[in-house]
């Protein structure tokens, strides 16, 4: 969701290190709707801590530039970052993770523009969900691949690569949801995007 109208934003730091069912492929190397934030400089510092399984809600509040979730995050070198498709559902069959909250969950994808000269290594790319602002939520998973944890590998220069997740969200709060993405490449800062699932 993309329109081409560019905002200008202040950044903060990013999050990093993940795996990878529910990634893909796109096809298309622009990404859809919405607005862009450009996210002057680089170098990111202090990192949320990631749990040691990757699904386990975090414990720490999210960190980086606050977008919303029509925008896209793109970076001075062309890396870009965004949100498509953040949806209240009803975790299908095979999916673990929402049992504290009856089935209901967020869902969404997470999708990287490789605009760069060069292969981008996202397999070191952390993705934290969180309701009422920092409330973290758990990641969901299941054995089918339906839902991802992270990115398996590299994004290759001129390509999108994009991974579906899942969050444990009550539906009462799906109208505050925040993705936070980190990639702890030590370049690029942590974002924020924070948004109301469709269908809450």
């Known amino acids: 969701m993309r329109n081409g109208v560019a905002a200008l934003l202040l950044l903060l730091p990013l999050l990093g290190a993940c795996s990878a069912p529910g990634t893909t492929d796109a096809t298309s190397t622009t990404p859809t709707a919405g607005s862009t ?13 990631a749990p040691a399984d990757p699904t386990d809600a975090p414990t720490t509040p999210p960190i980086g530039e606050k977008l919303t979730v029509d925008q896209a995050a793109d970076f001075p070198d062309g890396l870009s970052v965004q949100i498509d498709g953040l949806t209240a559902a009803t975790a299908p069959a095979g999916v673990t993770g929402a049992e504290g909250t009856g089935g209901e969950v967020v869902a969404a994808d997470v999708v990287i523009t490789n605009r760069t000269a060069a292969p981008y290594d996202a397999g070191g790319l952390v993705i934290h969900g969180y309701y009422r602002d920092a409330v973290g939520a758990v990641m969901l998973s299941d054995a089918g691949g339906t839902f991802g944890v992270g990115f398996a590998g590299p994004v290759p220069a001129g390509a999108q690569r994009k991974v579906h997740v899942g969050f444990a969200v009550p539906r009462a709060d799906a109208g505050n949801v925040t993705i936070n993405v980190d ?11 924070q948004g109301s699932a469709v269908g809450n």
Do not use: E, I, K
Request: net charge neutral.
């Open 37 to 49: 934030a450009v996210l002057p400089g680089s170098g990111a510092t202090a990192a949320v801590s």
């Open 183 to 193: 990639p702890r490449d030590g370049t690029h800062n942590a974002v924020q995007f």
